[in-house]
C-alpha cells in the first residue's frame, strides 16, 4: 500500500490559544469544509473532541455518497491532534493538526498521510488534485475566520 503525504502550512497572526478553540469544536469542521462537498456532520453535537472521540460524517466526492467515521487519536491542546479515519474512502487516512505559536502568531500545519484505492495513478489523477483544491478553500476560510487584530 503506497502511502501519501499531503503537508500544508498556514500563519496566521492569533495565538495558539485563540485558535485552537476553534479547532476543539467538530460543528466548527462544516464551516471549513467546500460546500461542493455537501458535508454534514452525523454525530448528535455537541461533540466532546478527546482522544477516542468518534465522529461521523456524510460527504459527496466527486458527486458519490461517502459515510466517514474518524477517531480522535491524539488530542494535546492548544498544540496538536490527530485525526484518523476509521471508515471512509480512504485506504488509510491520518491527518495530524499542529499549531506552532511563534512570531506573534501561529504557524498551522495540517499532515495528511494516506492511500487510495487505486494507488499512484488514481491518486495523480483525481485524489490529489481535489486534496490540493480542499486545503485551499480550507486556508482561505481560516485567514477569514483569523483575520490580523484590530490595531489600536
Known amino acids: 500500500m503506497k502511502i501519501h503525504v499531503l503537508e500544508r502550512e498556514l500563519y496566521l497572526p492569533r495565538s495558539p490559544g485563540e485558535i485552537f478553540p476553534f479547532f476543539s469544536r467538530a460543528e466548527n469542521l462544516d464551516e471549513l469544509t467546500p460546500p461542493w462537498l455537501h458535508f454534514t456532520i452525523q454525530t448528535e453535537l ?17 458527486l458519490v455518497p461517502v459515510r466517514w467515521r474518524s477517531k480522535i487519536t491524539v488530542w494535546e491542546p492548544p498544540h496538536r491532534f490527530v485525526d484518523e479515519q476509521v471508515r471512509g474512502p480512504y485506504r488509510r487516512w491520518a491527518h495530524e493538526h499542529t499549531f506552532v505559536e511563534g512570531d506573534g502568531g501561529t504557524l498551522v500545519r495540517d499532515k495528511v498521510e ?31 475566520i483569523f483575520p490580523p487584530p484590530a490595531v489600536k
Open 114 to 144: 494516506y492511500a487510495v484505492v487505486g494507488g499512484s495513478i488514481i491518486n495523480r489523477l483525481l485524489v490529489k488534485p481535489d486534496l490540493d483544491r480542499i486545503f485551499s478553500y480550507r486556508h482561505a476560510k481560516l485567514e477569514e
Open 46 to 62: 455537541p461533540v466532546e473532541l478527546r482522544e477516542g472521540a468518534l465522529i461521523d460524517y456524510r460527504l459527496r466526492i466527486r
